[in-house]
């Protein structure tokens, strides 16, 4: 079965850090991969997504993600984070259905 | 700009009452969703709709059903609500079905 999983369930960092956080999944055809963002108190939203092409592909904000295909990763990163990034955010997976990792919550302290 | 609203943001339901969750999109979108977002377990597909009168099971279907009776509405009903139903529901649509989710706010559920 399809399968997301999202290895930092809290990441605490100062500003200006840098971010990376994990995301693999298990599906063995051509999927398509998202990252999406749920800033306190507001609605999830698309930060990025990969269909096909460049498998590094760059969303809103600085933020910007790695399709590996051979280790099923689909890493998020960014240089440098803002207190405005605090947030949780969720990886998921479109091969036979879509499927969301648990999620990763994100503390920037200022 | 896509816009999808849900009907309430908070409710409170007691336990064996029918709860009716509703969902509207504006942009014309074929796909319509039901998650529920719970702490450390992500989002959940409860069901989904390819089109008006058609439904699916997700995941986690059981308790639930759905109605779509127009392609705008996508309605969620808890037929005897019990107090493991207490969540984040949350509505989402799609163009097509592997592209891009818009998300509704959310309604959070409590049952008692």
């Known amino acids: 079965a399809q399968s997301v999983s999202q290895h930092n369930h809290h990441v605490i960092l100062s500003e200006a850090a840098s971010l990376e956080l994990g995301c693999n999944y298990s599906y063995g055809g051509t999927v398509n991969l998202f990252w999406y963002v749920q800033y306190p108190g507001q609605h999830l939203q698309l930060l990025l997504k990969y269909f096909s092409g460049d498998p590094l592909v760059k969303g809103i904000k600085g933020f910007e993600a790695e399709f590996i295909k051979s280790k099923f990763s689909f890493n998020l990163r960014k240089p440098s984070v803002q207190w405005s990034d605090t947030a949780e955010y969720f990886c998921?997976?479109?091969?036979?259905?879509?499927?969301f990792g648990a999620g990763t919550r994100l503390t920037v302290k200022p | 700009d896509v816009k999808v609203t849900q009907s309430s943001r908070y409710l409170v339901k007691r336990t064996g009452e029918k709860v009716f969750l509703e969902c509207v999109q504006d942009?014309?979108?074929?796909?319509m969703f039901w998650y529920r977002q719970d702490p450390g377990l992500g989002l959940r597909l409860i069901y989904f709709s390819y089109d008006v009168k058609m439904k699916e099971k997700g995941d986690i279907p059981e308790g639930y059903s759905v109605s779509r009776e127009k392609k705008e509405r996508f309605s969620l009903i808890l037929e005897s609500a019990s107090t493991n139903q207490t969540s984040m529901y949350l509505c989402a649509s799609s163009l097509f079905p592997p592209d891009t989710q818009y998300f509704g706010p959310g309604t959070r559920l409590t049952v008692l």
């Open positions: 942009m014309d979108h074929e796909n």
């Open positions: 998921a997976v479109n091969g036979n259905d879509m499927r």
